[in-house]
Every structure is written in structure tokens, then in C-alpha cells.
Nanobody, 125 residues
Framework: QVQLVESGGGLVQAGGSLRLSCAAS????????MGWFRQAPGKEREFVAA????????FYADSVKGRFTISRDNAKNTVYLQMNSLKPEDTAVYYC??????????????????WGQGTQVTVTS
């Protein structure tokens, strides 16, 4: 069983930055494809970013490309999401997720096997 715990959310003004962390336990983190998703009130959960096992490949939603950076530290069993130039439309609960069985396209929520509890990010104008 894999446990994921997000941290780093908060309240920030537009144009500001936040760094989210997701600590994993209970498995072999270096073998997992990791993703970040977000869900705003009344909306479906959407893909934000994903990173391959070694960190050599990163993928981003068009809405965050150039502003967000996903990274990982396999020695610390942690994946990060650095968010810069935040906008009010980035306001959402952010979730990290682990794909442990290479289940499919990183873009879809159904690909991922484990999820964190989420951390709230609120961006004010």
C-alpha cells in the first residue's frame, strides 16, 4: 500500500509562487510515474503535470506550461510542484498521484493507482 501526503498549499496573491510537496511511503517510489492534478469547486479533476520514474521526462497541461515545474527526489521519496506566476484560475485543491503499474496515459485520472488527500491552493486577485 502506498501513502501519499501533500503539503505546501496556501493563500497567495496573483503573481506569487508556491511549492507543493508530496511525500510517498509504503512502496518503491523510484518505480512510480507521478502526477499532479487539481480540482476546482464544481469542476472535474484535471491533469496538471507528470514526471517519469527517473525524472527525465516531464509533461504539463497547456494551462500551466512555462509557469509550473514538476520535479522529484527519489532519495527523499518526494515529488514537487513549483508554481510561479500564479493566477486566480489556478485556485483548486491539488492532488498528487502515483501510477505503480504503468497503467496508461499520464493525462487521465484512471491511470493512477494511489492518491493523496489534497492540499488547497487559493490565489487572490
Amino acid at each position: 500500500q502506498v501513502q501519499l501526503v501533500e503539503s505546501g498549499g496556501g493563500l497567495v496573491q496573483a503573481g506569487g509562487s508556491l511549492r507543493l510537496s508530496c511525500a510517498a511511503s509504503g512502496g518503491t517510489f523510484s518505480r512510480y510515474f507521478m502526477g499532479w492534478f487539481r480540482q476546482a469547486p464544481g469542476k472535474e479533476r484535471e491533469f496538471v503535470a507528470a514526471i517519469s520514474w527517473s525524472g527525465g521526462r516531464q509533461f504539463y497541461a497547456d494551462s500551466v506550461k512555462g509557469r509550473f515545474t514538476i520535479s522529484r527526489d527519489n532519495a527523499k521519496n518526494t515529488v514537487y510542484l513549483q508554481m510561479n506566476s500564479l493566477k486566480p484560475e489556478d485556485t483548486a485543491v491539488y492532488y498528487c498521484a502515483a501510477d505503480v503499474d504503468y497503467g496508461g496515459n499520464y493525462y487521465y485520472t484512471s491511470t493512477y493507482d494511489y492518491w493523496g488527500q489534497g492540499t488547497q491552493v487559493t490565489v487572490t486577485s
